[in-house]
């Protein structure tokens, strides 16, 4: 099994005929992601692979893109202290709270958790509204987390 990760916060511009369909329909509905560096940087990612089956995630003008020989999902979120209850509460269902609440690092068990349903919606391709409804705890799922340089990263497949 091997897992590629590809890492960018390249700030060149890009030029509309050099996007695909899908981001061209994007722009066109959205005329300043051409200006907003997380969709700058993940292109040039995108641009930089030919593999079908990958994932991006950005944050701060900073991508990582996982590339897999089978469907792949990736997460990243800045790793810093927040209003964690309000989230909890919203996104996170039963088991999850409790887990969350009997935890002894709430911040690391707020983003695994956090980062995998986030990471299984883009996997399932559902929508936020269903966060609260995919299990960090589905075993039919795999995860990987990562904590590096500020973010942490989920892959799941």
Sequence with gaps: MKINLYFSNKKNKISFRNLDRKDKRRVKNSPNLLNNLNFISSRWLKFSRKKRKFCISHKNGFSVLATF????????????????????????????????????????????IFTTKEAIIKLKNLGFENLKDVNYFDRNITKFHILLNGFFITIVF
């Design 69 to 112: 020989d089978k469907k792949i999902a990736i997460d990243m979120e800045i790793y810093e202290k927040r209003d964690f209850i309000k989230v909890v509460d919203f996104c996170f269902n039963k088991n999850e709270k409790k887990y969350f609440y009997n935890s002894s690092n709430q911040k690391l068990t707020f983003y695994k």
